[in-house]
């Protein structure tokens, strides 16, 4: 074997191992603090499928929260009344920005100016400011942590992707969308050990009507138990606001002062596991060949 071609498989091999041991950014949370639970977020909404969702998931007693886009709200008249339907059902409501640009391109100033700016249109709605966000397309590097940071919100990423985005127009996205969901949860999922949280947008229709009903049925018969990204993380969902009392776990409410970035607690996860195994196999081909 070429040395060029080891040394390839070894660079995978360390790749892998720093994927599997390198922490997230300090307020970038991708698992939820405590095990058994999956966490349903919708990114891009409010939207026309948003009002459905809420029936679906009233219909299974789930409560998720919505990654919601000022400019959304800005675009329908309708859409803060639906923002404060989905408030008033117990769900959790969160930024996803104003203007769902990348939030890595801009200054310190106008990072901020766009979670105040959706903080504002959120308030106008629901009457409450959120203190989880999560940036467009989950990028967030350490400038844009540590600005979160300062503005004392909690940066919601998510490890289970159902690609609805990606799906939509293709044909079976259904099918292709759940294949994540089997994949992460159903099949290789421990609810002793693992936690979840999960993408969907409710800005596509598929997704809304036909996805969502099959992933909590799916998620449920394996025995999670689905949460808000508050119960999730442990930390108040609004500013000003304690949190909820729990499911069957009675998390005791924390002020919004101690809302600073929280680092969920366990080992590596699944994914970070199976890259590291993954360069240990292309390791030891190289040993055989």
Excluded at 28 to 57: M, N
Excluded at 259 to 279: C, E, I, L
């Amino acid at each position: 074997m070429k040395v060029s071609t080891i040394l390839s498989f070894s660079a995978l091999f360390m790749a892998s191992i720093a994927s599997a041991a390198a922490p997230d950014l300090a307020n970038k949370i991708d698992t939820c603090v405590k095990p058994g639970v999956v966490a349903l977020t919708f990114d891009d909404g409010p939207g026309i499928y948003t009002e459905q969702l809420l029936t679906i998931l009233d219909k299974h007693k789930v409560k998720a929260t919505f990654f919601v886009l000022g400019i959304a709200m800005a675009s329908n008249a309708t859409f803060p009344a639906v923002l404060k339907k989905v408030y008033d059902q117990g769900h959790q409501v969160a930024s996803h920005t104003f203007n769902h640009n990348p939030l890595d391109q801009m200054t310190v100033d106008v990072m901020k100016k766009e979670i105040t700016d959706n903080s504002n249109a959120i308030f106008n709605a629901i009457g409450v400011r959120p203190l989880y966000m999560r940036a467009p397309q989950g990028a967030c590097e350490a400038l844009c942590t540590k600005t979160m940071e300062e503005m004392n919100q909690v940066v919601s990423h998510w490890n289970v992707d159902s690609f609805d985005w990606k799906n939509r127009d293709l044909p079976d996205p259904v099918g292709l969308s759940m294949t994540q969901f089997n994949d992460f949860i159903v099949k290789n999922g421990n609810v002793a050990t693992d936690s979840f949280i999960t993408l969907q947008h409710d800005i596509h229709q598929f997704s809304v009507e036909k996805l969502t009903d099959q992933v909590i049925t799916a998620v449920k018969a394996k025995g999670f138990r689905f949460v808000t990204m508050e119960e999730c993380i442990g930390k108040p969902a609004y500013e000003g606001v304690a949190m909820k009392p729990t499911g069957t776990d009675g998390a005791k409410p924390t002020s919004p002062s101690d809302n600073k970035g929280a680092t969920p607690t366990g080992g590596a996860s699944m994914t970070q596991v199976g890259a590291w195994a993954m360069g240990i196999v292309a390791l030891a081909s190289t040993l055989v060949l």
